[in-house]
């Protein structure tokens, strides 16, 4: 039975980085952190799933540190972020979003982060720029590991 009250869920134009972050990489109400950071990864998966215009976009994100390999990198473009671990349990992560002319960059291989629209290549630690035409470094963001799991926010 329904009541006027009730509210239906909202709406979630998921794409597929998306559902792989909810489904695969996103630790739901892990007691290693608090609900808050859960209730923020949640909000911001719901908050980003809408397509972005080449804008870096904000929020929080708990990521299982097994969703990253050693030595190369994951690339959540729904979610403008890119997660690597240069050397074991070293984690960075930088906004995917090029900064030539915001392209969403598309892998990270061979100690770089690559985009695919002119070919920059961006260092995977520091997020310098290593090729062109691209002359500003990828925006670094703030990482947490806390047991399995790593905070990017
Ligand atoms: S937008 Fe990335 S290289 Fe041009």
Redesign the pocket.
């Known amino acids: 039975m329904s009541t006027p009250d009730q509210v239906p869920p909202a709406s979630h134009p998921a794409s597929s980085d998306c559902e792989e972050i909810d489904r695969r990489t996103v630790i739901r109400g892990a007691g290693v952190v608090g609900a808050s950071v859960v209730g923020a990864a949640a909000l911001a998966a719901g908050g980003l799933s809408s397509p972005a215009s080449g804008a870096a976009v904000s929020g929080r994100y708990v990521i299982k540190k097994s969703a990253i390999p050693v030595g190369g990198g994951k690339v959540f473009a729904a979610h403008k972020v890119v997660v690597t671990q240069p050397t074991a349990g070293k984690f960075k992560a930088f906004s995917a979003v090029?900064?030539?002319?915001?392209?969403t960059?598309a892998r990270v291989a061979h100690g770089t982060i690559d985009?695919?629209?002119?070919?920059?290549k961006f260092d995977m630690t520091t997020g310098r720029v290593k090729a062109?035409?691209?002359n500003s470094p990828l925006h670094a963001k703030a990482v947490k590991v806390t047991g399995g799991s790593i905070t990017i926010g």
């Not at 985009?115 to 920059?120: A, L, R």
């Open positions: 090029c900064t030539h002319q915001g392209c960059v985009c695919p629209c002119h070919g920059s062109g035409p691209a």
